[in-house]
């Protein structure tokens, strides 16, 4: 008979890994091991290819954008390899620009397409190994047997989507000197491994084209009665992003209502409207207006929070100067503003700030360049141009106006 007095596994022990829970038991010994299903590891099940999904139907002009990538990928070209950078807002149209290039030219020009989400390593490293075990590459599929196969071909096109590194993808660019490609990301500074010649800002859609995107979007095309009141105030106050204005037909489609009532409703109820989920839109992007801001506003806080003091310091500057741009007009904001706030700051640190805008009471002398804050506030600005949450050029800068309604409603 067993003693009760003695433990009946002396050596237990318990350990925490990252995949579900499992039991293992020894003749001395059990091991409870839990495992975090949320994390995918090399070790995990490999989950299938998804295949490359088409460009919206409700796709609308872009042609200089269209025409931009055309002139650089055409066959016609020397045969090195050839790269290009699109980048600019979220929400601005980057990857369904990129979709509906490769509907138009994938299967006359490439061999293969290869599409990766670049948003970060561990997603590139998973795409790489999809594509090595679709292709049986290798018996255990891995981003290096993928990128070696890759490699030994030729006319294949690679988009990294939503790349957020310069660094990170350049660790995943096959070797050699065939193939093409192709990246979508936020920051401009990824045009160093494409060079600035092949780079291209994706901006606002034109006035005549955002006004056809939110007609074929709410399905209104050919209804005289619904377009009465000419759209072209909404699209303004949608900024002319696609895909606002695609949220925002998706709403007037399901709701019934005309261009008018909407911009009435938009007018006082913004945040919720490009905040709902429930009405993405054609695009099937994976995220509302606000709320791919909101990504990136959260990754922002991420690192000021993180152990790297330099990349913490430049994050907690970049929160403080977004909330300060939110109060600002926002076009021609000069970085005199904040030298001659500087000067002035001594001053008036310890008065009171009653009655004064909300924006005085973020500043601080590290943000106003006081005391060598002015490499702390460069490094806030180029976190925010990173995101494209502000635009820069000469040290003025600009924020989109429906990006400066979102920053005053979070």
């Keep these: 008979m067993v003693d009760p007095s003695l433990p009946m596994f002396p050596n237990a022990q318990i350990a925490a890994i990252t995949g579900g829970k499992f039991i293992t038991a020894g003749r ?19 989950p299938p290819l998804p295949p490359l999904r088409a460009p919206s139907g409700l796709f609308t002009g872009r042609d200089d954008y269209l025409q931009a990538l055309t002139d650089c990928f055409s066959p016609k070209l020397d045969s090195e390899r050839k790269k290009f950078l699109l980048w600019g807002l979220g929400g601005i149209g980057k990857t369904q620009i990129c979709l509906k290039f490769i509907e138009r030219y994938g299967k006359k020009w490439f061999s293969d397409i290869f599409w990766i989400d670049g948003s970060s390593e561990d997603t590139i490293d998973l795409c790489l190994r999809q594509i090595a075990q679709k292709h049986k590459v290798d018996s255990t599929p891995s981003a290096e047997s993928a990128l070696e196969w890759i490699s030994n071909r030729n006319d294949w096109l690679m988009v990294f989507d939503n790349a957020n590194s310069g660094p990170v993808v350049e660790k995943f660019i096959p070797s ?15 045009a160093r491994i494409t060079s600035g010649s092949h780079s291209c800002e994706v901006t606002e859609m034109e006035e005549e084209e955002a006004i056809a995107l939110l007609k ?71 995220y509302s207006t606000y709320g791919t801001w909101d990504i990136s506003m959260e990754e922002i806080k991420h690192r000021a929070k993180g152990e790297n003091i330099a990349q913490s310091l430049a994050a907690k500057s970049a929160l403080i100067l977004h909330n300060i741009f939110a109060f600002l007009h926002h076009d021609n904001i000069s970085r005199d503003i904040f030298e001659n706030a500087a000067l002035n700051f001594r001053e008036s640190k310890d008065e009171g700030t009653n009655g004064l805008p ?53």
């Design 176 to 190: 050699g000197n065939g193939g093409s490609i192709l990246i979508t990301s936020r920051d401009k500074a990824l």
């Design 358 to 410: 909300q924006s005085i009471s973020l500043l601080n002398s590290e943000t106003l360049m006081l005391t060598g804050g002015a490499l702390q506030f460069e490094a806030g600005i180029k976190v925010l141009l990173s995101f494209s949450l502000i635009k820069g050029d000469e040290h003025l800068y600009s924020v989109h106006p429906l990006v400066q309604k979102w920053s005053r409603e979070r």
């Design 216 to 286: 074929k979007s709410a399905m209104v095309d050919n209804n005289p009665e619904a377009v009465a009141t000419a759209p072209g105030k909404l699209v303004e106050a949608l900024g002319w992003i696609p895909l606002a204005i695609d949220q925002a037909g998706a709403y007037i489609q399901s709701c019934r209502c005309g261009f008018d009532y909407y911009l009435e409703l938009f007018t006082n109820h913004s945040a919720q409207l490009l905040s709902g989920e429930e009405f993405k839109g054609a695009s099937r992007y994976q």
């Design 28 to 46: 001395d010994s059990i091991q409870n091991i839990y495992v975090n299903s949320n994390v995918s590891t090399t070790s995990d099940p490999i």
